[in-house]
C-alpha cells in the first residue's frame, strides 16, 4: 500500500490491526509530513520491528522520475513521473520572484503579503483527461486514470522533500496539471484533507487552488463544503459556441451554468473566484470578445487570470502577443473586471500540462 494513501484515522487503524500503541500512527503521520522522511529507515524514533513491517507492507515512492528539464533560466522544474502501471504524470516547480507572474497569486489576493520568492507547484490529478479541450497538450492524450489520494499528495511530498535539502519550502501548490481535479472530486478532497491535516503537513487551505473547466455539480458541492481552497475556473470564451469549438465540456455545461455556479460559491463562500483565460491570437483576444467577457462578469467578486496560449502540436492556436494581451487586459479593467497578464512558464521546456507526456508517448 502507498503510505500516502492513508489518512491519520487510518493509519490508526492500520497501527490497530498490527497491535502496535495508537501513538505510533502519530509518530509516522509526523515523520512523513513534519520531518518529511521518505523512507522507513529514516523513522529512528520506531521500534526497528515496526520500521521493518512498514518497509515490508508500505511503499513510499509511487513513481519513478522518467526524466525532468530545468528552463534555461532555472526557475522552473517539470518532472515526468511514471506509475507502476507505466503512466506518465507531470508535475512542475515555479520558483517566482515576481508576485504578478504567480498563478496562485493572482488566485488569492490573501496571499498577495510576502509574495516574493514563492515556490508554487503544478500537480497532476488524473493520468492523462477526459475533457478533451483541443488546445491542451494532455487532452490531445485522453483519459487514462484518476490519481490516489496518495499520488497526489506524494508529488507534493516529492518537491517539498528536494525543496528540503536547499533550506525551501513549497509556498503554493496548484491543481492545474494532468487532470480535471473536479472529475476525480474524492480523491483531491482527501489530497487536499492530508495536506491540510493540523498534526502534519499543515498545508493552508488558501495556500491551494483547485482550476476546473466548470464542472457545474462539483463546484455547487465544493461551495456547500465551504472549503477555504481558492477555485479557477477555465473558461477562454465569451460564447457558447466559441468555447463548445475550443472545450467540449461545453456541451454538457453552458458558459450561464457555470457563472451560475460561481455566483452560488460566492455566495456561500464570500470568496473570489478566477477566470482562466488562455490567449489565443485571433481567437478570444479581441476588443470584442473582452467587451462581451466584461458583460458576463459584471458584479461577479472575480479575477481574469490571462496567459498567452502554451502552443501545442496538436493545436494550430497562436501565442497572442505581449501588446494585444495588453489590450484585451484594459478593456476588461476599463470595464470594472480585474485582470493579470501573467507570462508563460517554461516554454523552452514544453512546460505546459501534458507536453511532455505527450513528447514521451509519441
Ligand atoms: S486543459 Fe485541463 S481539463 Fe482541459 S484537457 Fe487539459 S488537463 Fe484536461
Redesign the pocket.
Known amino acids: 500500500m502507498l503510505i500516502y494513501d492513508l489518512n491519520l484515522p487510518a493509519l490508526e487503524t492500520l497501527m490497530r490491526e498490527w497491535n502496535e500503541p495508537a501513538y505510533r500512527a502519530k509518530q509516522i503521520w509526523q515523520g512523513l509530513y513534519q520531518k518529511l522522511y521518505s523512507s522507513p529507515e529514516q523513522f529512528s524514533n520506531l521500534p526497528a520491528p515496526l520500521r521493518a513491517k512498514i518497509a515490508e507492507h508500505c511503499t513510499f515512492v509511487p513513481f519513478h522520475v522518467k526524466t525532468y528539464l530545468d528552463s534555461s533560466d532555472q526557475s522552473t522544474r517539470k518532472t515526468l513521473f511514471q506509475l507502476p502501471d507505466g503512466n506518465l504524470i507531470e508535475s512542475v516547480l515555479m520558483r517566482y520572484g515576481d508576485p504578478a507572474d504567480d498563478p496562485q497569486m493572482a488566485t488569492s489576493d490573501t496571499n498577495r503579503r510576502g509574495a516574493k520568492n514563492r515556490r508554487t507547484l503544478c500537480i497532476s490529478t488524473q493520468a492523462g ?1 477526459a ?3 483541443v488546445f ?1 497538450a ?2 490531445q492524450l485522453g483519459f487514462k486514470r484518476n490519481l490516489t489520494s496518495g499520488e497526489i499528495v506524494a508529488q507534493v511530498m516529492y518537491y517539498a522533500q528536494m525543496l528540503k535539502e536547499q533550506a525551501e519550502t513549497v509556498s503554493n501548490v496548484v491543481f492545474m496539471g ?3 481535479p473536479f472529475h476525480n472530486y474524492e480523491n483531491v478532497m482527501a489530497a487536499i484533507d492530508i495536506l491540510n491535516d493540523g498534526e502534519g503537513y499543515k498545508f493552508g487551505a488558501r495556500r491551494l487552488t483547485i482550476s476546473t ?1 466548470g464542472l457545474v455539480p462539483q463546484i455547487r458541492r465544493f461551495a456547500d463544503e465551504q472549503r477555504q481552497v481558492n477555485l479557477a475556473i ?1 473558461l477562454h470564451a465569451a460564447d457558447d459556441d466559441e468555447r463548445l469549438a475550443i ?1 467540449p465540456v461545453n456541451k454538457r455545461y453552458k458558459i450561464d451554468d457555470v457563472i451560475d455556479a460561481c455566483k452560488y460559491y460566492i455566495e456561500k463562500t464570500h470568496r473570489r473566484v478566477t477566470f482562466e483565460w488562455a490567449l489565443i491570437n485571433g481567437v478570444n483576444d479581441t476588443p470584442e470578445v473582452a467587451q462581451k467577457l466584461a458583460r458576463r462578469l459584471k458584479g461577479l467578486l472575480c479575477h481574469v487570470n490571462a496567459i498567452p496560449l502554451n502552443p501545442t502540436q496538436g493545436y494550430d492556436g497562436e501565442a497572442t502577443d505581449r501588446q494585444r494581451a495588453q489590450a484585451f487586459k484594459e478593456t476588461l479593467e476599463q470595464a470594472g473586471i480585474p485582470c493579470t497578464i501573467r507570462m508563460r512558464r517554461g516554454i523552452d521546456i514544453n512546460a505546459g ?2 507536453q511532455l507526456a505527450g513528447a514521451e508517448s509519441q
Open positions: 483527461c475533457m478533451g479541450c491542451c494532455t487532452g494532468m487532470g480535471e473547466v477555465s472545450m500540462c501534458g
